[in-house]
């Protein structure tokens, strides 16, 4: 885990994303709480790491997502050397899927 962002701040608002209860009340929150383009971001990168692991090219992922090759580089680099964070969250949402 990174230091940096270890703060009591963080820890503050991972609380409040850890109450939401609903896709709509993350809507309301997200919403409020992030920009659209924050929001967009986010977003892309989460789509760019779910096709990195389905093994997909830079290519197709910056045609599909409008993501720059340095942003595929970078989550790429998350998937494989960052914290697991995406690997737990895609096991967990594709056992909720079966």
């Given amino acids: 885990m990174n230091k940096k962002i270890k ?3 963080v820890d503050h608002l991972f609380e409040a994303v850890l109450s939401l209860e609903s896709r709509e009340e993350c809507y309301s929150f997200f919403e409020d709480l992030c920009t659209v ?3 967009l971001s986010l977003s892309q990168r989460f789509e ?3 096709m990195l692991r389905e093994g997909r090219t830079y290519l197709d992922i910056a045609e599909k997502t409008g993501a720059s090759t340095a942003t595929i580089s970078r989550v790429n680099r998350s998937l494989n050397y960052g914290n697991d964070g995406y690997e ?3 096991s967990r949402m ?3 899927d079966r």
Avoid: G
């Fill in 94 to 96: 594709e056992e909720k």
């Fill in 37 to 39: 383009n924050e929001l």
């Fill in 48 to 50: 760019v790491a779910a």
């Fill in 88 to 90: 737990m969250v895609f």
């Fill in 7 to 9: 703060t009591e701040a």
